[in-house]
């Protein structure tokens, strides 16, 4: 059974920074692509970046592309999503999602295992 736990969330003000990071468990972490996604009451979710099993595939949101970072440590098995220069519309449940196939990919019906989500709130 893979596990995602995803940490790093919390309240920051606007220009501000954070740091979310995702920790997998249960399948090698060599073997999955990794997303992260965000969604807000009432809308559905959506990209924020994905990063291919190997690490040479990124994708970022066009919204995000200047702010957000995402990178992969396998060693430590977990992918991080660095964000700044956050702004009030950024606030939303973040979420990490895997998939175990080669290529990353935007959309959330791509992942089949999603980690429970970490609740970034940005102030202005």
């Known amino acids: 059974q893979v596990q995602l736990v995803e940490s790093g969330g919390g309240l920051v003000q606007a220009g501000g920074s954070l740091r979310l990071s995702c920790v997998a468990s249960?399948?090698?972490?060599?073997?999955?692509?990794m997303g992260w996604f965000r969604q807000v009451p009432g809308k559905e979710r959506e990209i924020v970046a994905a990063?291919?099993?190997?690490?040479?595939?990124?994708v970022v949101a066009d919204a995000m592309k200047d702010r957000f970072t995402i990178s992969r440590d396998n060693a430590k098995n977990t992918v991080y999503l660095q964000m700044n220069n956050l702004n009030p519309g950024d606030t939303a449940v973040y979420y990490c999602?895997?998939?175990?196939?080669?290529?990353?990919?935007?959309?959330?019906?791509?992942?089949?295992?999603w980690g429970q989500g970490t609740q970034v709130t940005v102030s202005s």
């Open positions: 999602a895997a998939r175990y196939l080669p290529d990353r990919d935007t959309l959330p019906s791509k992942y089949d295992y």
């Open positions: 249960g399948r090698p972490f060599t073997w999955a692509a």
């Open positions: 990063i291919s099993r190997s690490g040479d595939s990124i």
